[in-house]
């Protein structure tokens, strides 16, 4: 059991760090004309740094209903017509970067994200994943994830995903319970979720994540609890377990959410903790952050063979490598260099069909970044930094390029959340439920800015 004092002080708003610097930093200086100029670096990398495997995120941001908790890029619709432009744009987007990278370049892992990747018909996913082999070269092997709202799938449709070579799932559960179901407008019975997880796991599919969301309205402590007990029952690979972070000024859907439901600050803590609790009782593994996997997944082992790794995915077990982003508001990785496309989708199919990837705003990191960086990641990936390895790889003296932040730790390390020796620091297992507070520490441009309302809550 987490001490509640603990959970409620630390109970702040804070980046996830899927990247550092994080997204709200990027800048319109940065457009397609530097993303070219990335690419053009990865390619004259060669067998150095071009040959390294990829991976690749495709955005598809339709959505037949509204989920009045979502804060992302998405355009609700029913007409379904509207997908075949958006694909046409995205094999301009394809064509455009394999012809920058070099074609066929090998890719590591595919993920497919939204919106609802699941509103496009068997043959329009039959089209995407051949207009993807034609431009990149999947290894054997490959992770191959989508994102599945399970109110646009049944079992053929599971069938047809792995036939086309889908071999990871994520279902979008939120909640279990009617009565929250109905106050964010996404109603999806048990029975339907177990079905198609049954399904799944017929199927083959090596990993099945179900996502979850604590602090949404009219959930309390009994009625998410019943959550957790049964989607423990069912036994996902991994759970994902997110905040929700009330930001209507922000979020336009959030509007709809009647704020007097939401659960107070006690309540939500009440929430967390109990889940956390309820998971680990299970047999599932805190992996960090918000997530949990069986002791057997490969999230897990990688985990304890300290080979996990943080992409704008979440945590992953593929090497810290390139990451290339299609889709409208995709956001990418390529060497020393961030990207996102514009999240608008009428201007992002214009540009393309000019012949312009649609990149409109991104960061070149800096020296000072890249250690930031590596330091970060080190923390929420691995929970442990030697010193000495950041000295030799940037150059520096750690105890006096980081004496502030030396300094800052001492009252985490008093909180008992990360021992600080000669030689490094190390995460607690207390500390892994607080890996972002200790991370934020290091965010140079976080120390300067404290305002962080616009930040998910850190627990």
């Known amino acids: 059991m987490i001490d509640a004092e603990l959970l409620r002080r630390f109970s702040k708003g804070g980046p996830r760090y899927t990247s550092y610097p994080t997204a709200d930093r990027f800048v319109e200086a940065f457009g397609a004309e530097q993303y070219l100029q990335a690419l053009a670096q990865r390619r004259e990398g060669g067998a150095l740094h071009g040959g390294e495997p990829l991976s690749v995120y495709v955005h598809i941001p339709f959505c037949e209903s509204l989920c009045y908790y979502c804060a992302c890029n998405k355009v609700v619709t029913r007409q379904h017509g509207r997908a075949e432009p958006y694909l046409a744009a995205l094999e301009t987007e394809m064509a455009l970067q394999a012809q920058a990278l070099g074609p066929h370049r090998p890719v590591a892992q595919l993920h497919l994200g939204g919106g609802t ?187 304890r063979q300290g080979r996990l790794h943080r992409s704008f995915q979440g945590y992953c077990t593929q090497p810290d490598g390139d990451l290339i982003a299609l889709g409208v508001s995709a956001i990418g990785r390529v060497g020393a260099t961030y990207s996102q496309n514009t999240k608008d989708l009428a201007e992002y199919q214009e540009l393309l069909a000019a012949g312009v990837l649609p990149v409109v705003r991104g960061l070149a990191l800096s020296r000072d970044d890249l250690l930031r960086r590596a330091v970060i990641m080190a923390l929420m990936c691995q929970g442990r930094l030697a010193f000495e390895s950041i000295e030799l790889a940037h150059l520096i003296d750690f105890r006096t390029y980081f004496a502030e932040e030396l300094a800052e730790l001492q009252a985490l390390a008093d909180d008992g959340l990360v021992t600080i020796d000669a030689d490094g620091l190390e995460v607690t297992p207390l500390g892994w439920y607080f890996v972002r507070v200790i991370a934020m520490v290091f965010d140079r441009p976080l120390r300067s800015d404290r305002a962080r309302e616009h930040y998910s809550k850190v627990i």
């Open 117 to 303: 990747p699941t509103f496009l018909s068997d043959a329009e996913l039959l089209r995407l994943m051949t207009s993807l082999r034609r431009s990149f070269a999947l290894q054997p092997g490959a992770e191959c994830s989508i994102e599945v709202d399970p109110r646009t799938v049944d079992t053929s449709r599971l069938a047809w995903l792995a036939e086309l070579g889908f071999n990871r799932i994520s279902f979008g559960v939120q909640d279990l319970d009617a009565a929250v179901q109905q106050a964010v407008h996404r109603v999806q019975p048990l029975e339907q979720i177990e079905a198609l997880m049954r399904d799944a796991r017929a199927l083959g599919f090596e990993s099945i994540n179900v996502d979850l969301i604590h602090g949404l309205p009219r959930q309390t402590t009994a009625s998410f609890a019943r959550t957790v007990r049964e989607i423990a029952r069912l036994r996902p690979d991994r759970i994902a377990l997110y905040a929700y972070a009330h930001l209507p000024q922000r979020f336009k859907p959030q509007r709809r959410i009647v704020a007097e439901e939401l659960p107070g600050a006690g309540e939500r803590v009440a929430l967390l903790a109990q889940a956390i609790d309820g998971f680990l009782e299970a047999g599932y593994e805190y992996i960090g952050m918000d997530h949990f996997a069986l002791p057997g997944d490969s999230l897990a082992v990688a985990r």
